[in-house]
């Protein structure tokens, strides 16, 4: 399997990083995609995933959280990683109406300069959305046919929403939040609705911890090693075989990101 999200560079890893590359390993885990959420973490990810070729790649992009660092000089620095085979998406992009951590209007304008360089590199995008579906839409859809492919990571919305991102083509990442016995509900009913060719797994990682692991880390740090989890609670939410699941996720997301 292929976890399409991991912040490994987090400060969570800063003592384990390499064992935590191990471990994954040892889960069959086949790749990881790490993900940079603004021009340093992107840098940092880029470097890293240049240390484990094959195994790790990366996206460069700057989270709606950073929008607000946004300057003359960010798209000429996303463009010069984004050349680096390792690194294989622009993103993390989108747009976070919960937090607010940047300006809407700044936010708005930094996705849409991030999905014009996506379409401009022909580099599929990974996108965050909270609480701002409407807007979010409304940004992406004119892009849409210019790029060769986006995925929604972490989904979480309603089943509205979730068709509406389907409608526009765009693949679907699910975390361990379907793993909540409480928050996931909505989620757990929701992901059989997704196509298997558009369906992808990710830990978001150090967050997100599966609520329902047993034993869980004293650290209470999530991981890729614990992807296997999330794909039992996604094959027993879907009815799927454990092996065609695996399969399916894998083909897709190699597909995707052309790795």
């Not at 690194?87 to 999905?115: H, M």
């Not at 579906?133 to 940004?139: G, Q, S, T, V």
């Not at 996720?249 to 790795?259: E, G, K, V, Y």
Request: contains cysteine; glycine residues 6%.
């Amino acid at each position: 399997m292929i976890d399409i999200g991991v912040n490994l560079t987090n400060s969570q890893f800063d003592k384990d990083r390499d064992q935590v590359i191990i471990r994954a390993k040892a889960a069959g885990i086949s790749a990881l995609v790490l993900t940079g959420t603004n021009l340093e973490e992107s840098r940092a990810v880029a470097d890293y995933a240049a240390t484990e070729p094959g195994f790790c790649y990366a996206t460069a992009g700057i989270h709606p959280h950073d929008a607000k660092t946004f300057d003359g000089q960010s798209l000429s620095v996303l463009r010069a990683l984004a050349a680096q085979p390792q690194v294989v998406a622009i993103g993390e992009c989108g747009l976070d109406y919960n937090r607010d951590f940047s300006p809407r209007p700044q936010q708005d304008a930094v996705f849409e300069a991030q999905l014009e360089l996506a379409a401009e590199l022909q580099l599929p995008v990974f996108m965050h959305c909270r609480d701002a579906h409407d807007r979010f839409l409304d940004i992406l859809r004119p892009w849409r046919s210019r790029l060769p492919a986006a995925v929604l990571h972490c989904f979480t919305g309603s089943e509205a929403e979730l068709r509406g991102c389907l409608a526009l083509d765009l693949h679907i990442g699910i975390t361990g939040w379907i793993c909540d016995e409480r928050r996931g509900q909505e989620l757990q009913r929701l992901v059989s609705l997704i196509p298997d060719h558009r369906l992808m797994i990710e830990t978001d990682s150090p967050y997100l911890l599966p609520r329902d692991l047993s034993p869980k880390p004293s650290s209470r740090r999530n991981e890729p090693a614990y992807l296997p989890h999330i794909a039992r609670r996604i094959v027993a939410c879907r009815g799927d075989d454990p092996d065609a699941l695996a399969a399916a996720t894998t083909a897709t997301s190699r597909a995707f990101f052309r790795i």
